[in-house]
């Protein structure tokens, strides 16, 4: 091999860097493991786990999950029956249109709404009209862990009859007020409370909870084994919850941090044409952090990043529609989403950065 | 509370118990995953658990799975388009019926073969006749970690055009010779090699087991972050492939372990009614032991176990066609089976057994 120059350029700063609990902090709860012996199937740290992430969003009722598609898919097939269409945003990442297939659903993809990210009551009324055939069910999703509205949503399903679930992926940390509409989350190791792969639903609906619970072990109820609902294997380990305890015990400092740093970009970006999201910061953080570029700026600003060596993602693509798997699905018109899309580019967020890298980061824009 | 007298009688022999890697075996792995920060997605333990694996079943492409329901699901999904029939056996354990659903297919239930306890390509061929559809695939389960008959199976498929997948569970360690027709194997905690949660598909074919691997996250090809087939996130953490990685290294002496379990009970066992399963022991290992009970002491024996506080169990139940929410699917007639479930029983299995437990059992058996 020929020997390298020293490149004296400064590192690349990372998009972003996933830091889960360590050995040493998951060690006490792999050492309940080791004296339970139980593994899996809703063992000791699984229903510890469960509990404590229901407290964590008001009390809800917790369901875990294999992973967050998985958690969609369940509360769709306990929501509405399979063939019909479901509507939902074509701006979201792409685990929520698998989703809807594996739930026996045809998705229909509607715009968000450009201020919020968000696909709205309004939209999805308006679009009843020209779907061809039966809706079974609306997908909302939360806009890069933004709060979704459900009294907005509840009012919806009370009107139109047609059920609701939320796709809530990456708001953990920004749900209160659930009601009788399924949320699902996301544990996945990127997440604010990550655990590598996991997720959960939470609803106020005890009795569909339970049914959604049984769905993750083969439909079993109670101890019987005998399978009384059509459903799977979607349960996590019990190192899995052992990770989610450990990542619990720590979330509070990582929510701070998350905070600081938010507002560490806040600061530097006031003034700038480039926006946040509608309450990042102040109302709720997640693990990402996206800024809405102007169109007139955006190929310049992409090349500013590339040159300085900061890395960024458009964490959602440029719409579920763009995705060759998902080319030929029903659609309402998209322009406004094929506008808004592109210039929705996260940036990088993670603990590792200094204040030096957030002014690289942050003088690029403008 | 009244004073409980104390009870002389022994302690329940318990029909399993894990045990899975401690702490301390997993701790250099988790170190590991605290250097690299990947956590999930293809991560450093996830590529050498899934060599390790390949290697241990004769140098087998690999695709690691959340469970082993859902590698039943991704095989059948990459052999097959959804809406035909999957023949299957009704003796098996019922997450192969969800599996089957799950793929979009409807299960067609069918007897197993008495001796082997196992569908045969004679079986299936003289089915084809009556299934009121069109036949799109075959599930082949594995009887309780029996090996099964890839080369009768790949001349069934090069007869017929039906493309087979099979389901061998609990078969991890009684593989060889795997062809062009995936192997589904679960990595349950209960399982001889047990991460928890997880599963593996085997297969000779690199662009089928490539395609696989897209599936579990996405559909992603490559490095690209777009969709190019109907997928869905049925990843392992890198926590779980921790878990495997310990657990391959303790294998050699687990399965001396059960080989030594398998040779105590057989000589007990020795000119008595009940039957073990044929090969096991001599040919394979696995990590629950089935006897097939006569009929006609069938109540008297599991009487005696009851009394004697020996835990058994029906590890597959009375079949697929029992289960409330399978009673409904197609079938051919399963009186073979009907007579043949109730006699499969599962006895104490695990490390814990002393060779006083072992005589307790099995005097409990005529």
Redesign the interface.
């Known amino acids: 091999m020929p020997i390298q120059e020293r490149d004296a350029s400064p590192a690349t700063i990372k998009v972003l860097?996933?830091?889960?609990p360590?050995?040493a902090e998951?060690?006490p709860y792999?050492?309940r493991?080791?004296s339970a012996?139980?593994?899996?199937?809703y063992g000791p740290l699984n229903g510890e786990f469960a509990r404590r992430l229901g407290d964590l969003v008001g009390g809800s009722h917790t369901t875990l999950t294999?992973?967050?598609?998985?958690a969609i898919?369940l509360a769709l097939r306990l929501r509405c029956e399979q063939g019909g269409h479901c509507l939902m945003p074509a701006f979201t990442f792409?685990?929520s249109?698998?989703?809807v297939?594996?739930a026996?659903l045809t998705p229909y993809l509607l715009e968000a709404n450009p201020d919020t990210l968000a696909l709205t009551p309004e939209i999805a009324t308006a679009a009843l009209k020209s779907v061809p055939g039966p809706v079974a069910a609306v997908l909302v999703v939360s806009a890069f862990g933004a709060p979704p509205d459900f009294v907005a949503w509840a009012d919806f399903e009370a009107r139109h009859g047609i059920p609701v679930v939320f796709d809530a992926a990456a708001a953990l940390t920004s749900l209160s007020g659930i009601g009788q509409q399924p949320v699902c989350v996301s544990l996945?190791?990127t997440k604010t409370l990550?655990?590598?792969?996991g997720g959960a639903i939470f609803c106020a609906d005890q009795a569909l909870m339970e049914r959604a619970t049984a769905m993750t072990g083969?439909?079993f109820a109670g101890q019987e084994?005998?399978?009384?609902?059509?459903?799977?294997?979607?349960?996590?380990?019990?190192?899995?919850a052992a990770?989610g305890l450990a990542a619990l015990d720590g979330l509070p400092a990582r929510l701070q941090e998350m905070r600081d740093l938010t507002a560490a970009y806040a600061s530097r970006l006031e003034g700038k044409a480039v926006q946040l999201q509608r309450g990042v910061g102040t109302d709720w953080v997640t693990m990402t952090l996206n800024v809405m570029v102007p169109a007139a700026d955006l190929a310049a600003t992409l090349a500013r990043l590339d040159d300085a060596k900061v890395e960024w993602r458009r964490w959602w693509?440029l719409g579920c529609h763009?995705?060759?798997?998902?080319k030929d699905v029903p659609r309402s018109d998209l322009s406004a989403t094929d506008a808004l899309a592109p210039r929705v580019i996260g940036l990088p967020f993670h603990a590792d950065l200094s204040a030096g890298d957030l002014d690289r980061v942050t003088g690029c824009l403008q």
Do not use: M, Q
């Open positions: 860097r996933p830091k889960l360590t050995s998951l060690l792999l050492e493991i080791d012996r139980t593994y899996s199937n294999s992973n967050g598609t998985t898919e792409i685990a249109a698998h989703a297939c594996n026996g996945h190791a990550g655990i590598g792969e083969f439909g084994r005998l399978s009384s609902l059509r459903a799977g294997n979607y349960r996590i380990s019990e190192y899995a990770v693509g763009r995705h060759p798997a998902f």
